[in-house]
């Protein structure tokens, strides 16, 4: 059986398409993701790596949030599930983030920047609850990050680079 979860092939994303202001974001972009692989997305700031996990994420348009309380439970939040934003730290609300993603869909995590305005304690403390969850489920993940040190804990990096994509 594959272990094949997502893969784009050929996708090209241009913004306001067709008028004189166009944006090409993305060009003849490929890419793989296989059960239990973690993959690193790196790219400047604008290079497009939100647009790729977007049209990413609606390849795979998946369950609803009825997992959501199990996913809580999962991340030590289930007795939190009625708190607000505001009444959760940043770091809880990261949490928060992850279980939104998962019940969004199972088979796969698409984050962007997940610990980007965390302080580095709870970034790294996030962040390696995010690699413990994908590890145990067999999560395929594509996490973007600007941050190096971050990128070298997941299997591989994938470089956003002259709109093309490029494993390293
Ligand atoms: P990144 O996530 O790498 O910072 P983005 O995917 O957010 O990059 O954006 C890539 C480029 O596309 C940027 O120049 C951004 O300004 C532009 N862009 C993003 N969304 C839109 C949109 N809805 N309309 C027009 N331009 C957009």
Redesign the pocket.
């Known amino acids: 059986m594959s272990d094949v979860v997502l893969e784009l092939r050929g996708i090209h994303k241009s ?2 398409h067709g008028a004189p202001n166009a ?1 090409r ?1 993305l060009e003849d972009v490929n890419v793989t993701l296989h059960k239990g692989q973690i993959s690193a997305l790196v ?12 049209i990413a994420g609606l390849l795979d348009s998946a369950a609803a949030k009825k997992r959501a309380g199990d996913l809580l439970d999962m991340v030590g939040l289930g007795a939190r599930a009625d708190h607000r934003p505001s009444q959760l730290s940043g770091g809880e609300q990261q949490r928060v983030a992850l279980c939104r993603a998962l019940a969004n869909n199972p088979s796969t995590l698409l984050a ?1 920047e997940p610990t980007g305005n965390l302080d580095e304690a709870t970034s790294n403390q996030v962040f390696d609850l995010i690699l413990e969850i994908a590890r145990e489920t067999g999560l395929c993940a594509l996490i ?1 990050t600007h941050n190096p040190n971050l990128a070298a804990k997941m299997d591989r990096t994938l470089r ?1 680079q002259g709109r093309r994509l490029h494993q390293e």
Not at 43 to 54: Q, R
């Open positions: 913004y306001n944006l974001v790219a400047p700031s604008g290079a497009g790596k939100s647009t790729l996990l977007h962007d973007a956003l």
